[in-house]
């Protein structure tokens, strides 16, 4: 069996698959497997450079993104994990190198990490994004650099990640309904969850919260632990004026080009990302800002396919963005952005959506009422938890959107394609839904991310 996402099956895929069925689950939160494991492996996590650890609903891959591109603007070296990945593995994995912009690590040495966890783990029941946090540990201890950016993978309190005992800056990223059935019903119960990465008189930042009942949880978490907090909208804020980001915080003002990723959800995430270096210890000067604004990259989220496979199977002059956004906060700020595309240069909107099970779609497709012209809904490839395209489009039709089943993207292209000659301009077609179509498009685009 090859993972989801994987193209080729690689030496570390070879590896990985061997560790699926080391637990029936896909989660299971909890700590006490993860903190046996980095026992055995010599406690790698407290062998990291500094860490800035980076929860949310929402914005959290972002922020982590403008995080790498500060440090690199000024000169540091940083390591990078994310999850999920799109198309391969390591993508999970960036490795810091001085004086240059971090790459995935490489295959074997990402292989021969998971072959070194698997034998310390000796056939115990563990999930394999513990397995895989246990490599991040192994892999950045292991390789020297100025600070190690970790972001939570579900949650916050029992994420396997949430074995740091003291981050130089832990971030909470916007908060909204997600994972429902293991972290609660409410966004408070989320941001409870979320708010357990931070840790006694450590630093914490606040991005920006859509609601009360989730700041409130977080501010007076930290205000119980005793951390130095900083909260958008209070001690710092981003906005934009005559085409420029504004960035204010206590130590000053930077005016600064906008961000390099579209939507104007990236100035609070620009902003957190600022506060957070600072937090974390170290200088940030307006060159570095200026720099990480206009380098800054996150594929998979708002990304715009300008080559590929796909490309040239869409209506000529076709846009096609691809955004791996899955829940109703999501869909907001993904709406307002193809609202803003729509402002700036008229084109009919049209959706390409496939989801998995444990989504909303009806909260994330209100958001596209009256501004999509028509929703394809789709499935995602060996995925077991896919919502079926027809269940899909009547969530859809719910939400008050014209929506269609089609087999594939392919499919709905050729969809789109044929209605374009009945419209006055090309179309702007967004793709979505779930990270792993993206990944999926990604692929069959032949355009994974680097």
């Known amino acids: 069996m090859i993972p989801r996402g994987q193209t080729a099956v690689s030496e570390a895929a070879q590896e990985i698959d061997k560790l699926l069925g080391l637990h029936p689950k896909g989660f299971d939160l909890s700590l006490d497997r993860i903190t046996r494991l980095l026992a055995v492996l010599g406690d ?10 980076v929860a949310g609903t929402n914005g959290k891959g972002s922020v982590t993104a403008f995080c790498r591109a500060l440090l690199e603007a000024g000169g540091y070296s940083a390591h990078v994990h994310t999850s999920p990945h799109l198309v391969n593995w390591h993508e999970r994995y960036r490795i810091g190198v001085e004086g240059g912009r971090g790459q995935l690590v490489d295959d074997s040495i990402f292989a021969e990490a998971v072959r070194r966890v698997a034998a310390a783990n000796d056939g115990q029941k563990i999930t394999v994004f513990e397995i895989l946090t246990a490599v991040t540990f192994i892999l950045f201890s292991e390789h020297p650099a100025d600070a190690a950016i970790l972001e939570v993978g579900l949650g916050g309190r029992f994420d396997a990640t949430n074995v740091i005992s003291d981050p130089a800056v832990s971030v909470i990223m916007p908060i909204s309904l997600d994972h429902q059935p293991y972290l609660g019903d409410r966004v408070e119960l989320i941001a409870a969850e979320k708010a357990g990465i931070m840790k006694r008189g450590c630093p914490v930042v606040i991005g920006k919260q859509e609601y009360d009942a989730a700041l409130e949880v977080l501010t007076s978490t930290a205000e119980r632990l005793n951390c130095p907090t900083a909260t958008f909208g209070q001690d710092y804020m981003a906005h934009e004026e005559y085409g420029r980001l504004v960035y204010q915080d206590e130590f000053g003002l930077a005016d600064l080009p906008l961000p390099r990723l579209p939507g104007r959800h990236q100035y609070a995430n620009a902003a957190a990302a600022i506060r957070a270096v600072k937090a974390a210890g170290f200088v940030v000067t ?3 800002m200026e720099k990480a604004m206009t ?13 590929g496979h796909l490309m040239a199977s869409a209506p000529p002059r076709a846009e096609i963005w691809v955004d791996g956004g899955h829940n109703p906060g999501a869909g907001e700020v993904i709406a307002e952005a193809m609202a803003s595309f729509e402002e700036k240069q008229p084109r009919p909107l049209f959706l390409i959506i496939g989801m998995i099970n444990t989504k909303d779609p009806v909260g994330y497709f209100k958001a596209f009422k009256g501004l999509a012209e028509k929703v394809y809904c789709v499935p995602i490839r060996g995925s077991d938890a896919m919502i079926d395209p027809v269940i899909l489009a009547n969530a859809a039709y719910d939400a008050g959107l014209i929506a269609e089943p089609m087999s594939t993207v392919a499919e709905a292209l050729e969809a789109i394609r044929e209605g374009a000659v009945e419209q006055a301009h090309p179309p702007r077609i967004l793709i979505g839904g779930s990270l792993y179509l993206v990944g999926d498009v990604l692929a069959d685009n032949g355009t994974p991310p680097q």
């Open 286 to 288: 307006e060159a570095m």
């Open 295 to 307: 380098s800054v990259e996150w594929p998979g989220r708002l990304q715009r396919l300008s080559d």
């Open 44 to 53: 790698p996590q407290k062998k990291l450079p500094p860490v800035i650890h």
